[in-house]
């Protein structure tokens, strides 16, 4: 039972992120035309400091809160955009990581609350699929 738990808590935090999102973009969308989705958001890249920092923080909340045989290591940075709305900062970011030997594309979203933060990856991480 636990391990369903473990299965279903973080899809069920990625739906309900993704819920939000979606009333946010109808929220927004009344006020600006249909065809600037991205600018509705107001997702601006975050400078190189925040998107490394952000990206450690998250790889070792993902390795340290989950019974995973095969860590994420050696991370490189791909994207890093953040959104500041209110009193919350939501930062979204991609990298590269090494996963059990592969490389993998691991996305992660962050939401900054009144100096307390959530990390949601998410999962599955995408394989960096290698030609021959």
Same mark, same amino acid.
């Given at each position: 039972?636990?391990?369903?738990?473990?299965?279903?808590?973080?899809?069920?935090?990625?739906?309900?992120?993704?819920?939000?999102?979606?009333?946010?973009?109808?929220?927004?969308?009344?006020?600006?035309?249909?065809?600037?989705? $991205?600018?509705?958001?107001?997702?601006?890249?975050?400078?190189?400091?925040?998107?490394?920092?952000?990206?450690?923080?998250?790889?070792?909340?993902?390795?340290?809160?989950?019974?995973?045989?095969?860590?994420?290591?050696?991370?490189?940075?791909?994207?890093?955009? +953040?959104?500041?709305?209110?009193?919350?900062?939501?930062?979204?970011?991609?990298? $590269?990581?090494? +996963?059990?030997?592969?490389?993998?594309?691991?996305?992660?979203?962050?939401?900054?609350?009144?100096?307390?933060?959530?990390?949601?990856?998410?999962?599955?991480?995408?394989?960096?699929?290698?030609?021959?």
């Amino acid at each position: 039972m636990a391990s369903a738990g473990r299965f279903l808590l973080p899809r069920a935090a990625l739906l309900l992120l993704l819920l939000l999102l979606l009333v946010l973009l109808l929220r927004s969308s009344a006020a600006q035309p249909a065809s600037s989705i $991205l600018p509705a958001l107001n997702l601006n890249p975050a400078s190189a400091r925040i998107g490394v920092y952000a990206m450690n923080l998250a790889i070792n909340e993902y390795n340290n809160a989950r019974d995973i045989p095969y860590p994420l290591r050696s991370p490189v940075l791909i994207e890093c955009l +953040q959104m500041v709305q209110g009193r919350e900062t939501w930062i979204t970011l991609e990298a $590269l990581v090494r +996963q059990h030997g592969q490389l993998v594309f691991a996305k992660f979203i962050i939401i900054l609350t009144d100096g307390f933060y959530r990390v949601y990856p998410v999962v599955p991480f995408r394989r960096l699929v290698h030609p021959h």
